[in-house]
C-alpha cells in the first residue's frame, strides 16, 4: 500500500503536467463589443482557444427555432432556454461540434442552421443537434450582457 | 536466441577471441547471418527488410528535420517552408520523410497481408504477431503525431478530430472524456501545448519502434521463419543460410521499393498529401472536406459509417482489435491459404473490402455509389457511401468474428505437403544433397 501510494506520487506530477497550465486557466474570460454585428450576421471570436459564435439571429431564425422546440431530437431544449430572456436575437455558442471537434459552418444543412464539414452533423437555427453523429447540442458558454452592446463570455 | 542451431562462429584473431569472452556481439552477426530459412520464401517475405529500411530511413531524415524545425504555435508552420525553401536539400529531406510515412505504411499493409494469407500468426508465432501489431500501432500514433507537426490546416484538423476521439467517453461517465481531451491538450483546445506534446512523442516513438522491433526479431529468431506452404521446416534440407541467400533477394526487393519510393520523392511529392495543409492552422475554421492521410482511411470509413458516436469510436478501435485476437479466432490446423482454397476466397474478399472502405474513406459520406433519383432539393438519393461502408465494415468484422473461427471446423483443406521440399520434388524423399535446384523457387 505505501509502495503504491508513492509511486502514485512520484507519478502524478509527470501526468498532470499535461493538464492546462496556470496561463491558460488564466484566459477563463473575455470581453466583446458586438456593436457592429449587423441583422443576420455571426462573428467568430477566440475564447480558451476555441471559436465562439456570436449570431445576430433574425426574426426567421428565431420563428423557425421556437417552432420546432417540441420536435423529436437527440438533446432536446427550447430555444428560450439557449438565450438570454429578451435577448432572442443573440446567439452565443461555442463552435466546436460535439462530435469530434470541427468547426460547424453557418447556412447549410436541411434546418439552414450549422452544418458540420467533418461529418456531417445538421445543427438548427438554435445550434440544436438534428441529426448526424453528434450527440449534443452546440454548446452555450457562460456569458453575460456587461453593458448595451457588450458580451462577457467566461 | 533459443532458436538458433549451435554457434558455428570460430574467434580467430586474438582481439575476436578477447572480444568474444566479454560481449559476443560479433558472433551474434555471424549466427544471425547463418540463420537457416526455408529455401522457399517468395518475394511477399522481403517487406519485413523494406520495413527496416523505411524505419531507418525515417528515424535519419527526421532527426535531421529536427534541426531545423521549431515546435511553436507560432513558428512550426514557418520553419517547415523554412526546411522547405532556405534549408540545403532541406526540400529532398523533408519529402523523403513525408512520403517515407505513406511507404512504411504501404510495405507494413502487405506485410500484414503476408501474414494472414499464409498463417504466420498461428502456433508457435502469436507472440511474434503481437509484437508486429504492437508496431503497428506505435506507427499509426507516431504518424499521426508527425502529421500534426507543420501545423497546417490539415494538421490541425486531424489533430481535433483524433483526440476528441477520445470525449466519446463522456458517454460512458460523464466527464471523463472532456478529463482526458483537456489533458491531451493541455489547455481547452488543441494548441501550443498540444503540440509541444506531440512532437516530444513523435522523437520518442521512433525509438520506441526500433526496440519493439528487436523483440519481434528475437521472437522471430526462436521458431524460425513461416513460409508458403506454411510447413515448419524439418531438415537442415529444407533451409539456407540467411546470408547470401536472403540478403541478396531482400537486397533486390529492397531497391526495388525504393525506386517506387523515388519516384514519389521526385516526380509526385505532394500527391499524397493534402492542399489545405499549405495554409496556416487556424482555429476558427475547419477545411471543409477533411480526410485523413490514405493509410488510415479504412478506419475513418468505419467510425463514419455509425451515425452513434461512442459506438463509432469503439468499432474503429475495434477493427484493429481483430489482429490482435487473429491467432485465437482462427481455428484452422493449416497455416497457408494455399492449401484453403475456401479461405483463399475469403481472404482475396477481406482485402477487397478494406480497400473498399479506404475509397469510401475518401468520399463524402453522402456521394452516391449508385444515384437512384433525387430529392425535391435536388439532393441524389440511392446507394450511398455511408451504406457502402457498413456493409463492407460488416463483412471486414465477419471475417474475423465469423469467417475464421467457424471455416477452420468446416471447410476442407487440400493436401498439404509433408516437408517443404515435397511440393518440388514431386513428394519423393530425397538425400540432402540433391535439392539445390528447389531453390530458384525461393
Known amino acids: ?154 | 536466441m533459443s532458436g538458433h542451431p549451435p554457434s558455428t562462429y570460430e574467434p580467430k584473431t586474438g582481439i575476436e577471441k578477447w572480444l568474444d569472452a566479454r560481449l559476443p556481439i560479433v558472433r551474434l552477426a555471424v549466427d544471425m547471418m547463418d540463420f537457416p530459412t526455408p529455401k522457399n520464401l517468395n518475394y511477399w517475405w522481403t517487406f519485413g527488410g523494406i520495413l527496416a529500411v523505411c524505419l531507418m530511413t525515417q528515424i535519419v531524415t527526421g532527426v535531421i528535420l529536427a534541426m531545423h524545425y521549431v515546435p511553436n504555435e507560432n513558428m512550426a508552420f514557418n520553419s517547415v517552408e523554412h526546411i522547405m525553401r532556405d534549408v540545403n536539400y532541406g526540400w529532398l529531406i523533408r519529402y523523403i520523410h513525408a512520403n517515407g510515412a505513406s511507404m512504411f505504411f504501404l510495405a507494413v499493409y502487405i506485410h500484414i497481408a503476408r501474414g494472414m494469407y499464409y498463417g504466420s500468426y498461428k502456433a508457435p508465432r502469436e507472440v511474434l504477431w503481437l509484437l508486429g501489431c504492437i508496431i503497428y500501432l506505435l506507427m499509426m500514433a507516431t504518424a499521426f503525431m508527425g502529421y500534426v507537426l507543420p501545423w497546417g490546416q490539415m494538421s490541425y484538423a486531424g489533430a481535433v478530430v483524433i483526440t476528441s476521439l477520445f470525449s466519446a467517453f463522456d458517454q460512458v461517465i460523464p466527464g471523463l472524456g472532456t478529463a482526458i481531451t483537456t489533458w491531451l491538450w493541455g489547455g481547452f483546445a488543441v494548441s501550443g501545448a498540444t503540440l509541444n506534446t506531440f512532437f516530444s512523442l513523435h522523437y520518442l516513438l521512433p525509438f520506441v519502434i526500433a526496440g519493439v522491433v528487436v523483440l519481434h526479431i528475437w521472437a522471430l529468431h526462436v521458431p524460425g521463419n513461416n513460409n508458403p506452404i506454411g510447413v515448419e521446416v524439418s531438415s537442415k534440407a529444407d533451409t539456407v543460410p540467411f546470408h547470401p541467400y536472403y540478403t541478396v533477394k531482400d537486397g533486390f526487393a529492397i531497391v526495388a521499393f525504393f525506386v517506387l519510393f523515388a519516384w514519389f520523392v521526385f516526380f509526385a511529392p505532394e500527391a499524397l498529401g493534402h492542399v489545405d495543409n499549405q495554409t496556416k492552422a487556424n482555429p476558427l475554421v475547419t477545411p471543409a472536406h477533411i480526410v485523413p492521410e490514405w493509410y488510415f482511411l479504412p478506419f475513418y470509413a468505419i467510425l463514419r459509417s455509425i451515425p452513434q458516436k461512442l459506438i463509432g469510436v469503439l468499432a474503429m478501435f475495434g477493427s484493429i482489435a481483430m489482429l490482435f485476437a487473429l491467432p485465437w479466432l482462427d481455428t484452422s490446423k493449416v497455416k497457408s491459404m494455399r492449401y484453403r482454397p475456401t479461405a483463399r476466397w475469403f481472404f482475396i474478399l477481406f482485402v477487397l473490402a478494406t480497400l473498399g472502405l479506404g475509397w469510401c474513406g475518401g468520399k463524402e459520406p453522402d456521394d452516391m455509389v449508385m444515384t437512384m433519383g433525387h430529392t425535391a432539393n435536388g439532393d441524389p438519393t440511392g446507394f450511398s457511401v455511408t451504406w457502402l461502408s457498413r456493409i463492407l465494415g460488416i463483412y471486414y468484422y465477419a471475417y474475423f468474428l465469423l469467417v475464421m473461427p467457424i471455416l477452420g471446423l468446416r471447410e476442407t483443406p487440400n493436401k498439404v505437403p509433408t516437408t517443404i521440399s515435397t511440393p518440388v520434388l514431386g513428394g519423393a524423399a530425397m538425400p540432402a544433397g540433391s535439392t539445390a535446384q528447389a531453390e530458384k523457387k525461393g
Open chain 1, 1 to 154: 500500500m505505501g509502495t503504491a501510494g508513492g509511486v502514485a506520487a512520484l507519478a502524478w506530477p509527470l501526468i498532470d503536467q499535461m493538464n492546462p497550465s496556470a496561463d491558460t486557466l488564466a484566459m477563463a474570460s473575455i470581453e466583446y463589443d458586438f456593436s457592429k454585428v449587423a441583422l443576420g450576421q455571426q462573428v467568430s471570436i477566440i475564447w480558451r482557444n476555441k471559436p465562439v459564435f456570436i449570431r445576430h439571429r433574425t426574426p426567421a431564425e428565431i420563428a423557425a427555432a421556437v417552432a420546432d422546440d417540441h420536435a423529436s431530437m437527440p438533446d432536446p431544449a427550447t430555444d428560450a432556454s439557449r438565450v438570454k430572456a429578451g435577448k432572442a436575437e443573440w446567439l452565443v455558442l461555442v463552435g466546436v461540434c460535439t462530435h469530434l471537434g470541427c468547426v460547424p459552418g453557418f447556412g447549410g444543412g436541411e434546418y439552414r442552421g450549422w452544418l458540420c464539414p467533418c461529418h456531417g452533423s445538421v445543427y438548427d437555427t438554435s445550434g440544436r443537434i438534428r441529426h448526424g453523429p453528434a450527440p449534443k447540442n452546440l454548446a452555450v458558454p457562460d456569458y453575460a450582457f456587461t453593458g448595451p452592446t457588450k458580451v462577457k463570455i467566461g
